[in-house]
Structure formats: C-alpha cells, structure tokens
C-alpha cells in the first residue's frame, strides 16, 4: 500500500470533492494533438481565408466593373504586390512598414498591460464577497457600456494629443470583460473546495494556486481575450484620431485622405494577421493550457 505525505493528502481530499466521476487511473489524458488533428484545423483555417478572399475579389471585381467612376477597388494580388514592396524595403508614409507596425504593437502592449493589471485585480476584489460584488458591478458594467471612442474628450483633457491618448483608449476599453471575466471565473469555485483547502491548512497562496486558479483559469484567459480584441480594435481606431504621427491607424487615415487605397488595404491585412496569430495561436495555446490544468487538478 502507498502511503502518501501530508501535502499529497491535502491535494487527495480537494481532488475527490472536486471530481463529479469516479477515476479509473492515476493518469491525465492529456489534448490530442496529432498531426492528423492538426492538419485538419490547419485546413479547416485555409478554407476559411480562402472564402474571405474569393469575397473580396467579386467585390473588387463587381465595382471595377460595373460601379467605378475614377478610383478602382483594390484587388487581392494588387493589395499583397504592394505589401511585398513595403516589406521589401520601400517607404511608407515616411517610414517603413516595420517603424509603423513596431509603434502600434508597443502602444497595444502598455495598454493592454495596463487594462490585464487593473482587470484582474479588480476582478479578484469583486470575488472577495457577495456585498463588493454587487457594488463593484456596477461600474464595471457602466465602463462596459461605453464605446472606446467615446473616451476621446476624456483623453484629450488628461493627455492632450498623442501617444497616451491612445494608450488610455487601449486600457479603458480592455478593462471591463477582463475584471467581470476574472470575478465570475473565480465566484464559481465550489465553497465546499474553499473550505477544504481551509481545513487541510493550505496557505492563501497555495490555495489561490491549487483551487482558485484552476477553476478561475479558463474564465481569466476568456476574459484577457475578449480584452485583447477589443484593445487592438480601439487601437487602430485611437491611432486615427488621436494625432499620432505613425502608426497602422495613422498611415490607414492618411492614405485614405491621399486616395491611396491599396496602402490602406496593406494595412488592414496586416492587423488581421496580427489579430489572428494573437487570438488563434497564442491565447488558444494559453486556453487549452488551462483547460487542461483544471482537468489535472480535478483528477489528481
């Protein structure tokens, strides 16, 4: 017989009153990520941007045809032999196509930094009791309720023109889903756990890592999701308006105020890429990592 120490003890009785199902082995069966599971996904993402494009060259194709009056809609292959020449080297509203894209990633990272900071701790204060939750919510729900530029006056009296203007639409906008996220993730831990974790001794820390966390995971990494896009969505918009000098939202206002469509095009490819490669590879790794400690920690 196996005789288990005390921390394996106190992990046993919060495992057996979290699991709902009895457990037939000692082992996690763990995502399968196969390469015929992965090809398939990889696939299944292709026909996707294949449809979004076939979109977008009948539509191209519709107004060049039969709509145009002076200036064409810009094509697929037109819009990418563009963006290859930026890429290549040439200029860009003054700078190059890396200056402006480093500018906007820096501005959406402080900001976002800002907004998961400030979310998750208000997130976790609301969770402490039922009483701060219901008073906390209702900001939180009222900062919900207002679109990201609306904050300009707001920002333009704090900050004036430029750079923290638009780091403080990011945040403002980001902060919501992921403080309401992180309240609700941890508000559904089951108390009967809670008190478990208090009666075997767990410190606060080490209940925050064995019972909090792996409930509440899921929860954070859907709430600094949702907080991610709505961010990058605030950001283009911010860099338009905001009188910033470079940029991926200034060089689109620009280039439409010069007719210059195929650069703004370029652009708006660009964030999607970006926006995509956040949300489908590094916040769904994140995500199924989660998942899958909740799934570790109910079964140990």
């Known amino acids: 017989m196996q005789i288990l120490s005390n921390s394996e003890k106190k992990r046993t ?3 057996k009153l979290v699991s709902e199902t009895p457990k037939n ?4 069966v763990l995502k399968d990520d196969t390469p015929e ?10 026909v996707g941007i294949l449809i979004v494009f076939a979109v977008w060259f009948i539509v191209a194709w519709y107004y060049n045809t039969f709509q145009r009056h002076t200036l064409s809609f810009p ?16 200029s860009m509203l003054r700078f190059s196509i890396f200056t402006h894209l480093f500018a906007t990633i820096e501005r959406w990272i402080i900001g976002y930094v800002i907004a998961a900071v400030i979310g998750i701790f208000i997130g976790m204060t609301l969770a402490t009791s039922e009483r701060a939750y219901q008073i906390g919510m209702v900001p939180v729900n009222i900062l919900q309720m207002i679109p ?8 333009f009296l704090l900050f004036g023109l430029g750079n923290n203007t638009a780091i403080f639409i990011i945040a403002v906008s980001a902060i919501s889903p992921i403080a309401m996220n992180v309240a609700a993730g941890i508000r559904r831990v089951p108390r009967v756990n809670i008190r478990t974790a208090q009666m075997v001794g767990l410190s606060k820390m080490q209940m925050f890592d064995r019972v909090l966390l792996p409930y509440a995971a899921v929860d954070i990494v859907t709430g600094l999701r949702v907080g991610m896009a709505n961010a990058w969505r605030m950001l283009i918009a911010a860099e338009m308006v905001v009188g910033v000098a470079v940029g991926l939202g200034y ?5 439409v105020y010069m007719l210059d469509y195929v650069t ?10 970006i926006g995509l490669f956040i949300d ?3 916040f769904a790794r994140i995500e199924s990592f989660a998942k899958e400690r909740l799934r570790t920690e109910v079964n140990e």
């Open 13 to 15: 009785d919060i495992g």
């Open 264 to 273: 703004s095009f370029v652009c708006i490819i660009i964030i999607c890429i």
């Open 25 to 28: 082995s000692d082992s996690v």
């Open 280 to 282: 489908k590879v590094v």
């Open 37 to 46: 599971r992965i090809a398939r996904n990889v696939i299944i993402f292709l």
């Open 251 to 255: 060089t689109i206002s620009q280039s």
């Open 148 to 155: 990201g530029l609306a904050w300009i006056p707001v920002a």
């Open 75 to 90: 094509e697929p292959v037109e819009t990418f032999r563009q963006m290859f020449s930026y890429l290549g080297g040439e």
